[in-house]
């Protein structure tokens, strides 16, 4: 079955340091891989996207996100976080439906606490 | 990028009664989603609109509790029948950007209650 897997529920870390939200898929086929942030309350935002070539992506906020083919991945990453960062972030990858057309399945999110 | 409108932004229901939700987009657009975010949870897709056909819903979901139309290729709606206080969730219209290439754009969603 294809499915999104965020093997962290919970991830806190220091104002200032690097941080990383795991992703890993299982799709049949050429990935189509997406971050989107949540902030309270609200709606989805988009971060990046992998579709193709490079495999280190660079999206929104200063996010980048890291596609590693072998290991089915697509971890997220940050060089310095902010306080501001502090959401849930959901991993989620377009799969090919059975009636031929696209859709988008999302993992169970990570929540993010960036500690002042 | 494609905007989205969502209508309500939240309401609160009695048990029994139905809500539609609207979703209005600024650009036609051949896919429309919705999603439902249930507290805690990820999303979960509901089923998926083209204009012209009959949504195609997904697993464990029925037309008969979530009807959806799909008039023309900027609007579609989501009702929920015969709520319960299960239904109380975050429910969020999408649309993909470039046939998905460029990613998918979301609403700011409805958040209902249902007491």
């Known amino acids: 079955a294809q499915s999104v897997a965020q093997p962290e529920d919970q991830v806190n870390v220091a104002e200032g340091n690097p941080l990383t939200v795991k992703c890993t898929y299982s799709?049949?086929?050429?990935?189509?891989l997406f971050w989107y942030v949540q902030y309270p309350n609200r709606g989805l935002q988009f971060l990046l996207k992998?579709?193709?070539?490079?495999?280190l992506v660079k999206g929104s906020y200063g996010f980048e996100a890291e596609f590693n083919k072998s290991q089915t991945s697509f971890h997220l990453k940050k060089p310095s976080a902010l306080v501001s960062d502090s959401a849930l972030y959901f991993c989620?990858?377009?799969?090919?439906?059975?009636?031929?057309?696209?859709?988008?399945?999302f993992g169970p999110g990570t929540s993010l606490s960036v500690i002042p | 990028s494609a905007v989205i409108s969502q209508k309500p932004s939240r309401d609160i229901c009695q048990r029994g009664t139905s809500l539609t939700i609207q979703c209005q987009v600024d650009?036609?657009?051949?896919?429309m989603f919705w999603y439902r975010q249930q507290p805690g949870q990820s999303l979960t897709l509901i089923a998926t609109?083209?204009?012209?056909?009959?949504?195609?819903?997904e697993s464990g979901f029925v037309i008969d509790k979530f009807p959806i139309s799909r008039p023309n290729l900027t609007f579609s709606t989501l009702t929920v029948s015969n709520m319960s206080p299960e239904d109380s969730s975050l429910y969020l219209c999408?649309?993909?950007?470039?046939?998905?290439?460029?990613?998918?754009?979301f609403g700011s969603g409805t958040r209902l209650t249902v007491v």
């Open positions: 999408s649309v993909a950007l470039g046939n998905g290439l460029d990613g998918y754009t």
């Open positions: 799709v049949s086929g050429n990935p189509y």
């Open positions: 992998y579709i193709t070539g490079d495999n």
């Open positions: 989620a990858v377009r799969v090919r439906a059975k009636t031929s057309y696209d859709k988008v399945i």
């Open positions: 650009s036609q657009v051949t896919m």
């Open positions: 609109a083209n204009q012209g056909s009959e949504a195609t819903y």
